[in-house]
């Protein structure tokens, strides 16, 4: 099949990002914090290269539902570390990131047992996801 014209995979036509951040110097020189934050959404983006849903995929199109990240950094005065409090995908949005159909020679032995010829493999953004970090400059 030819894909001459088609848009490529995984590629939306519109792909908005916001990114905003506030800085506030803390009183008696304790520091500053940083409240960083950003919001993106794609339209919707072909899985298929061939562009027209050839592949029988179970859902042939996917799109960026508006994934929120934050941080807040803490860096103290005269001091040689920071720290971030951060968050990615803060409202657990799923999304497809990529697909594929495969036939008999990529299914598990179990699969093949059963019976199925062909199966979708698809793989989804990361979820929720908190940590910390902890920079120290020597």
Known sequence: ????????????????????????????SMGDLLLNADIRFASTVSLDPTGKNVLPLAQPDTNVPGIINTSLTYTPDDAPWTVQVWSKNLTNRNYLTVAANYYFFALTQAEYTSGLREADRVAYNTPRTFGITVDYKF
């Open 1 to 28: 099949a030819s894909c001459t014209g088609n848009p490529l995979i995984g590629v939306p036509l519109n792909d908005v990002q916001v990114t905003t951040s506030c800085d506030y110097l803390l009183p008696n």
